[in-house]
Structure formats: structure tokens, C-alpha cells
């Protein structure tokens, strides 16, 4: 099992990161290794808070599994947790990434960002029903709610970010989970991730 930290809407979306911590533990997919961001000052730069939340709250884990509800977009503690799980840091490698939709969204289009998960994942999907993704306008239309950061990993060549809807795996799938956690925790270090938005510095919500 692999260790994983959990971004999230605090105020909205509590009870799926519990939930997911229950259920996730019970059946043995992975280890839970959350630990709130707090309070970092706005004023940090940029290094600063990429090293404190990669060095601090990240450090033991090797996986991040971002829960997007129809606020998550606008946190900026989300947006620093994503690029801080992206970025090397000198006493921590970057982690992988798994983007689950919750049921607020309405999402209903998922994507397979590791080779063998449409057969093994997604396998209500046939064939023909893939698309690749191009264009950030379809990424919106797809995807409502996603974070841009998210948006600009889907169109990014070597960024490798699997994305699933809650519905796809709870409660009666948890290998698909599974299979994404480890796909993401392997391909980790390969990944290359888009970094080249800046981090937001205030909530949009």
C-alpha cells in the first residue's frame, strides 16, 4: 500500500474525505497520511510554500489523490497543495496524482492517463467511446469544476494524471482505485508535470 495525502474543500467536501479514509482503510487500498495545511501566510514566496507543504505536510507521502467538488477550483490551499505534490523538493521527490470527480460536479467523463487503464479501469467504456483531449475548452465542457493546474496536466504530452468519478469506484470498486494509486506512485518520477501557472494567491470563492 501506498501512502497518500488527501486535498480537499474543507468546508464542502469533508465527509468524502472521511468516507474515503474509512472505506480506502478498511479495504486495505492505502495509507492515509493527511495532515491539514494550516495557515500559511499569503505573503510567502512561492519557494517558501512549495518547500513548507512539500517538506512538511507531503513528506511521507508518494501520492496525492485530489477530491474536486464544485468549489475546489477556487481554494488557493488546494492549488499550493497540487504544485507543492508536483515539484521536487531536496528532501522529497514529487508525488503521483489521482483527480476524483464528486457527484456534485456532474461529471460523467473520466480520463485514462496511464497505459492499460481504459481495460483495466474504465471498462464500461467501449473503444469507440474515447476522445483524446486537446483543447482547454473541451477540458471545461468535460470536466466542470476541474482546477485549471488539473486542465493544464490533461494537455500536457508526459503529464500522466488519471481522472475518475466517485461513482466509477465507490463503494463496490475499490481495485479501480487501487489500480490507479499504484499506476500514479510508478510513474511518479517519469511524470512530467506543467508547472508553468503561477500559484493563486487568494480564494476565488
Avoid at 486535498?7 to 478498511?26: F, P
Avoid at 473520466?110 to 481495460?119: D, R
Wanted: hydrophobic residues 30%; neutral net charge; proline residues 5%.
Amino acid at each position: 500500500m501506498h501512502r497518500v495525502f488527501i486535498s480537499y474543500h474543507h468546508a464542502n467536501d469533508q465527509w468524502y474525505k472521511e468516507e474515503l479514509i474509512r472505506w480506502g482503510t478498511q479495504r486495505q487500498i492505502f495509507i492515509d497520511e493527511s495532515v491539514h495545511s494550516g495557515d500559511i501566510p499569503d505573503n510567502w514566496d512561492d519557494e517558501k510554500i512549495r518547500i513548507t507543504i512539500r517538506d512538511e505536510y507531503l513528506r511521507t507521502t508518494t501520492v496525492t489523490i485530489l477530491l474536486v467538488g464544485t468549489q475546489t477550483w477556487a481554494r488557493k490551499h488546494i492549488d499550493w497543495e497540487l504544485y507543492s505534490s508536483m515539484r521536487d523538493s531536496e528532501k522529497n521527490s514529487k508525488s503521483g496524482l489521482v483527480v476524483v470527480m464528486l457527484p456534485s460536479t456532474g461529471c460523467t467523463h473520466v480520463y485514462a492517463g496511464h497505459a492499460g487503464e481504459k481495460t483495466d479501469v474504465f471498462t464500461n467504456i467501449p473503444a469507440s467511446g474515447w476522445r483524446p483531449v486537446s483543447t482547454k475548452k473541451q477540458c471545461d465542457e468535460d470536466y466542470p469544476y476541474l482546477p485549471e493546474r488539473i486542465i493544464d496536466q490533461l494537455l500536457a504530452p508526459e503529464a500522466k494524471v488519471s481522472v475518475i468519478n466517485w461513482t466509477d469506484f465507490y463503494p463496490y470498486y475499490p481495485e479501480k482505485l487501487e489500480t490507479l494509486i499504484n499506476n500514479a506512485y510508478n510513474h511518479r518520477t517519469s511524470c512530467k508535470y506543467d508547472l508553468s501557472r503561477p500559484m493563486r494567491r487568494r480564494n476565488l470563492i
